[in-house]
């Protein structure tokens, strides 16, 4: 059964950081991409961040640049996101996804398509107060 779970949410004040975790299960990790996705209320959902486990090689969004660093650590099939200098504009649930196959050989171009995943997890509340 493929997992993706999701921890590491919580109440922050702006400035503040916090550190989320995707911990994964039923598919081979080393093979696939992962990404972060944020969704605000009203809002769409949006492409964070991702790490390809093949390469090591991460991509962010511009708004995240400088303050976010993801990170995987494959020994653990868990990838990480660090998130500092938060902003009110941060908050959203978090998710984690999983992408495999050719796409994920293709990181740089589908990282941030929501489509291009497989795999979901639930989902972690960040809340940013100012």
């Known amino acids: 059964e493929v997992q993706l779970v999701e921890s590491g949410g919580g109440l922050v004040q702006a400035g503040g950081s916090l550190r989320l975790s995707c911990v994964a299960s039923g598919f081979p990790f080393d093979s696939y991409g992962i990404g972060w ?18 390469d ?4 962010y969004t511009d708004s995240v640049k400088g303050r976010f660093t993801i990170s995987s650590d494959n020994a653990k099939n868990t990838v990480y996101l660090q998130m500092n200098s938060l902003k009110p504009e941060d908050t959203a649930v978090y998710y984690c996804a999983a992408v495999g196959g050719i796409l994920a050989s293709k990181l740089d171009l589908a990282w941030s398509t929501e489509r291009a995943y497989d795999y979901w997890g639930q989902g972690t509340q960040v809340t940013v107060s100012s």
Not at 56 to 59: C, I, S, T
């Open 37 to 54: 996705f944020r969704q605000a209320p009203g809002k769409e959902r949006e492409g964070v961040s991702a790490i390809s486990n093949r």
């Open 56 to 59: 090591g090689k991460p991509y």
